[in-house]
T-cell receptor, first 109, second 115 residues
Framework: GQNIDQPTEMTATEGAIVQINCTYQ??????LFWYQQHAGEAPTFLSY??LDGLEEKGRFSSFLSRSKGYSYLLLKELQMKDSASYLC??????????WGAGTKLIIKP | DTAVSQTPKYLVTQMGNDKSIKCEQN?????MYWYKQDSKKFLKIMFS???????INETVPNRFSPKSPDKAHLNLHINSLELGDSAVYFC??????????????FGPGTRLTVL
């Protein structure tokens, strides 16, 4: 079956760095998305990786290893507004997104 | 301008009632989706339409019926509402389907509470 695993919850300190991991098992693979979802709001697009390596976008970076079925989202210089859930989603051979349950990130002052 | 909009934002209703949720996107996308997000925060795909044609129909009770009058609109009608239907329903859209991986853009969600 198809499956996405990510930690349920993580806690980090304002100003620090946090890495949120995601492992995936899909029938075929056509890329991996990270979305941010604040409480009571819609998911919003953060990043998309289809090739191995690190993609940097400001304070956020996303990494992909296709051979390991693994990705991570790296958040630097954490701010209180980064408190949210982070959803990992992999596109399968039919380009359908398989979603993880999300990682709730709590930022403490 | 709101890219993907849904109405209503909140919906509180009694068991057994019939209700509809409307979705519109002004992005010029060809594909639209309905997702259900339950209390455990899993996003579950329910339906997907490409150019008004149904392309994904997951295992969803037939009390749920989507309708796409044109490619900018995808409405969801729910008959005989049950307690387990309480969730947040998200509409989303993407440029294309089946030829590449496209980013999905989500509406603000409709929080449905069935009493």
């Amino acid at each position: 079956g198809q499956n996405i695993d990510q930690p349920t919850e993580m806690t980090a300190t304002e100003g620090a760095i946090v890495q949120i991991n995601c492992t995936y098992q899909t029938s075929g693979f056509n890329g991996l998305f990270w979305y941010q979802q604040h409480a009571g709001e819609a998911p919003t697009f953060l990043s998309y990786n289809v090739l191995d390596g690190l993609e940097e976008k400001g304070r956020f970076s996303s990494f992909l290893s296709r051979s390991k079925g693994y990705s991570y989202l790296l958040l630097k210089e954490l701010q209180m507004k980064d408190s949210a859930s982070y959803l990992c989603a992999a596109a399968d051979s039919n380009y359908q997104l398989i979603w993880g349950a999300g990682t709730k990130l709590i930022i403490k002052p | 301008d709101t890219a993907v909009s849904q109405t209503p934002k909140y919906l509180v209703t009694q068991m057994g009632n019939d209700k509809s949720i409307k979705c519109e996107q002004n992005l010029g996308h060809d594909t639209m989706y309905w997702y259900k997000q339950d209390s455990k925060k899993f996003l579950k795909i329910m339906f997907s339409y490409n150019n008004k044609e149904l392309i994904i129909n997951e295992t969803v009770p037939n009390r749920f019926s989507p309708k796409s009058p044109d490619k900018a609109h995808l409405n969801l009608h729910i008959n005989s509402l049950e307690l387990g239907d309480s969730a947040v329903y998200f509409c989303a859209s993407s440029q294309d389907w089946g030829e590449r991986t496209d980013t999905q853009y989500f509406g603000p969600g409709t929080r449905l509470t069935v009493l």
